[in-house]
T-cell receptor, first 113, second 107 residues
């Protein structure tokens, strides 16, 4: 079974902490994505990557950065966590051409206190 | 930018009922996806469609490319079908999500 694995299911961090959310896929997918999901706002794209060391801003990149040093791993970084970053974070990957093989991870629910 | 709309926003049904969720989009696409998210859970891909109709168990998805419209049908609904159903469209490298339809199936 193909998989997108997010390292933590639930995470609680303090305001101002640097937070790393990790995502690993075993499908040799070129594309990887980070979304956040909030009630009433649906899924919003934070960052995406088409290849190793490549990154593109999505719709809401402020307060976040990403790292893709290896094809299978895409990390989302909250440089200084704030309470408005409390959310469900979802990682996804796909083959080149966004329509194919689109697979989501199970999500990380982050609470910033 | 592609606008994706879904209806209804919320749906409550009795077990056994036939359910339809609708999705419309504004710009030509390469594929349309139906996704399912259970409470507190991750998202599972149900279907990817570029034309016609697909069936998987009690789930049926159809798409009309000319009308830019898709429907997801659930036959003989069951409480375990209770979830949020999300329509998403892909075009080029873009992927746009609808707002989701929250379905509750009562026993």
């Amino acid at each position: 079974d193909v998989k997108v694995t997010q390292s933590s299911r639930y995470l609680v961090k303090r305001t101002g902490e640097k937070v790393f959310l990790e995502c690993v896929q075993d499908m040799d997918h070129e594309n990887m994505f980070w979304y956040r999901q909030d009630p009433g706002l649906g899924l919003r794209l934070i960052y995406f990557s088409y290849d190793v060391k490549m990154k593109e801003k999505g719709d809401i990149p402020e307060g976040y950065s990403v790292s893709r040093e290896k094809k299978e791993r895409f990390s989302l970084i909250l440089e200084s966590a704030s309470t408005n970053q409390t959310s469900m974070y979802l990682c996804a990957s796909s083959l080149r051409g966004a329509g194919y093989g689109y697979t989501f991870g199970s999500g990380t629910r982050l609470t910033v206190v | 930018k592609n606008e994706v709309e879904q209806s209804p926003q919320n749906l409550t049904a009795q077990e056994g009922e036939f359910i339809t969720i609708n999705c419309s989009y504004s710009v030509g696409i390469s594929a349309l996806h139906w996704l399912q998210q259970h409470p507190g859970g991750g998202i599972v891909s149900l279907f990817m469609l570029s034309s016609g109709k697909k069936k998987h168990g009690r789930l049926i998805a159809t798409i009309n490319i000319q009308e830019k419209h898709s429907s997801l049908h659930i036959t003989a609904s069951h409480p375990r079908d209770s979830a949020v159903y999300i329509c998403a469209v892909s075009y080029g490298q873009n992927f746009v999500f609808g707002p989701g339809t929250r379905l509750s199936v009562l026993p």
